[in-house]
């Protein structure tokens, strides 16, 4: 997974060739996942992508994150929107495929439509619903949006990121995380249909004080190229997600 960071997924109009190419790259480092075609009522089709890490049993509680893979507009090379996002998740899944002493399920959901309607998101709440992830308990979700660069981290700004927040503050020190307020997204969309544990996170420069400057600034736009990622940023969030993944296991060995 790791040899082409920046330009892992093929620039194309069809987002079933960027959930076929997530598959495809998972496949080859022995993760198994799945592709969920969906048929929307406007006769659009999207196309999830699923995988849930090691000797999953849905009997027990189950940690999810999850990035939509789609894009806005083909024609710019939408890195931070949110390409980053996908590639983390991709090495996240590798870093633990295989892990056997995990006390709770780890799934990985790569969602379609996030820029138009949400019908990869509302998918995934069927799913919920349905018990796919869990017939116990969802402990959180976790969204990922602009992974692309910063040397701290922002989240979601609402009542149930403490899970998130304070691994954060943790983890990132003397950069301190912000709390912001975010355009709709698919976390905004699944929380007005009732999931409420869901948080968003992506990354931030602290060099820009009280967090003012948004991180949107640059997205759906031309300017969103690979080229102004930075890998360090990117590898510092990887290793809070490992964190987060290792503290919510904690809770559960004390237990």
Same mark, same amino acid.
């Given at each position: 997974i790791t040899d082409q960071p920046a330009r892992f997924i093929p620039g194309t109009c069809y987002m079933s060739n %960027?959930?076929?190419?997530?598959?495809k790259r998972l496949g080859d480092c022995n993760i198994p996942s799945d592709i969920d075609r969906i048929s929307? *009522?406007? =006769?659009?089709t999207c196309f999830n992508a699923d995988l849930q890490l090691y000797d999953f049993d849905e009997d027990r509680d189950t940690l999810i994150f999850m990035a939509h893979h789609d894009v806005l507009n083909t024609e710019f090379e939408n890195f931070n929107d949110n390409s980053a996002?996908? +590639?983390?998740?991709?090495?996240?899944? =590798?870093?633990? #495929?295989?892990?056997e002493n995990l006390y709770y399920n780890l799934v990985v959901v790569?969602?379609?439509? *996030? *820029? %138009?309607? +949400? &019908?990869?998101?509302d998918r995934l709440k069927e799913q919920l619903d349905e018990g796919k992830f869990s017939k116990s308990k969802i402990i959180h979700i976790i969204n990922l949006e602009l992974c692309g660069i910063g040397n701290s981290m922002w989240v979601e700004n609402h009542d149930n990121n403490d899970l998130v927040y304070d691994t954060g503050l943790e983890f990132f020190k003397g950069n301190s995380v912000g709390v912001i307020d975010t355009p709709n997204s698919d976390a905004t969309f699944l929380r007005s249909q009732g999931v409420? #544990?869901?948080?968003?996170?992506?990354?931030?420069?602290?060099?820009?004080?009280? +967090?003012?400057?948004?991180? &949107?600034?640059?997205?759906?736009?031309? %300017?969103?190229r690979y080229e102004n990622g930075n890998l360090d940023d990117m590898k510092n969030l990887l290793h809070f997600l490992r964190d987060l993944v290792? *503290?919510? =296991?904690?809770?559960?060995i004390e237990k």
């Open positions: %960027r959930s076929s190419y997530i598959v929307t *009522e406007t =006769n659009h996002s996908v +590639f983390l998740l991709m090495l996240l899944s =590798n870093m633990f #495929n295989g892990i790569f969602t379609d439509s *996030e *820029e %138009r309607s +949400f &019908w990869g998101a409420d #544990n869901i948080t968003t996170i992506g990354l931030l420069d602290s060099m820009y004080g009280e +967090f003012d400057t948004s991180p &949107w600034d640059v997205v759906h736009t031309v %300017r969103d290792i *503290e919510v =296991n904690d809770t559960y």
